[in-house]
């Protein structure tokens, strides 16, 4: 299964773009990647999913360099209620989609 | 997507109890994981619950200590056996809805705390 990297914490300001990079130098081909957040008290919240080359959704946009070796997660004008941890995931059907979390990006968004 | 429901989402128990923890998703799932989150930790994948067989465990999880039930496409269970305070942590159910780019949902979590 292909281990990811990231930052263990970033601070920030209410409505400044955050990018929160991520390595998987072993992703497999047939791997996802996939962005998770997490507030205490909660289940992780799947928050956008890529391939390759970017991917935009209504919260968040996810940038994939052509060898895939790494992933941006860029959330645009961040708010106090974006503090959270974020999880840089990569899993595929070869492993049966079973997903192992790094230890996550802890985001602290100040006013 | 998916709905899941855990119960309890909370409790207390008694050191050399066993807690039973249950999972009910709202459609039928192929792929379903119990993971384990301890206080500041990131998640930690106990085991894969599989339908009608054995569930898989992870390094360092074994069955007679975290027992999974996997009866139908909709329901698990996964028991705390012989607690010690070192159990006290969330434990969490996920499943995934398709097949296709694997993405998870999770239930809000079982919160114990063993005295």
């Given at each position: 299964l292909a281990k990811t990297t990231q930052p263990i914490s970033m601070d920030s300001y209410e409505g400044q773009e955050v990018n929160i990079t991520c390595s998987h130098n072993n992703i497999a081909t047939n791997d996802y990647i996939t962005w998770y957040q997490q507030f205490p008290s909660q289940g992780p919240r799947f928050i956008i999913q890529g391939y390759k080359t970017k991917v935009t959704n209504e919260v968040a946009s996810l940038f994939i360099p052509a060898d895939r070796k790494s992933s941006t997660l860029s959330l645009p004008r961040v708010s106090l209620s974006d503090t959270a941890v974020y999880y840089c995931l990569v899993a595929g059907n070869t492993g049966g989609f079973k997903t192992i979390f790094g230890a996550g990006t802890r985001l602290f968004v100040k006013a | 997507s998916a709905v899941i429901s855990q119960k309890p989402s909370r409790d207390i128990c008694q050191r050399g109890t066993s807690l039973t923890i249950q999972c009910q998703v709202d459609s039928q799932v192929t792929m379903m994981f119990w993971y384990r989150q301890q206080p500041g930790q990131s998640l930690t994948l106990i085991a894969t619950a599989n339908q009608g067989s054995e569930a898989t465990y992870e390094s360092g999880f074994v069955i007679d200590k975290f027992p999974i039930s996997r009866p139908n496409l909709t329901f698990s269970t996964l028991t705390v056996s012989n607690?010690?305070?070192?159990?006290?942590s969330i434990y969490l159910c996920s499943v995934i809805p398709?097949?296709?780019?694997g993405e998870l949902f999770f239930g809000e979590g079982s919160r114990l705390t063993v005295l």
């Open positions: - | 607690m010690s305070p070192e159990d006290s398709g097949q296709n780019t």
